[in-house]
């Protein structure tokens, strides 16, 4: 009879690594923290008491995020169709 492994034939080598995400995914990434470090840098100028950069800074983080899902998912609309 011999040993089970043998009866099986050659093993298979593992498959390499490959990431769990892609282009898309990295852009994402990227234009949420563009968004969210804009509006930081909003936030330290209206702590040093800049008037025109507190309405930024609530402009952007009571708007931004809402714009952000609306140019995303319009643009993941677009993309699809094609």
């Not at 282009?23 to 800049?50: C, E, H, K, P």
Request: glycine share 8%; hydrophobic share 50%.
């Amino acid at each position: 009879m011999g040993n089970p492994s043998e009866q099986n034939g050659p093993q298979e080598s593992p498959r390499p690594w490959q990431p769990r995400f892609g282009i898309g995914t990295m852009l994402l990434i990227m234009l949420i923290v563009s968004v969210v470090a804009a509006a930081a840098s909003y936030f330290v100028r209206a702590m040093q008491g800049g008037r025109s950069a507190q309405l930024a800074f609530i402009l952007f983080t009571v708007a931004a995020p809402l714009l952000l899902v609306v140019v995303v998912s319009i643009a993941q609309s677009l993309f699809r169709r094609r």
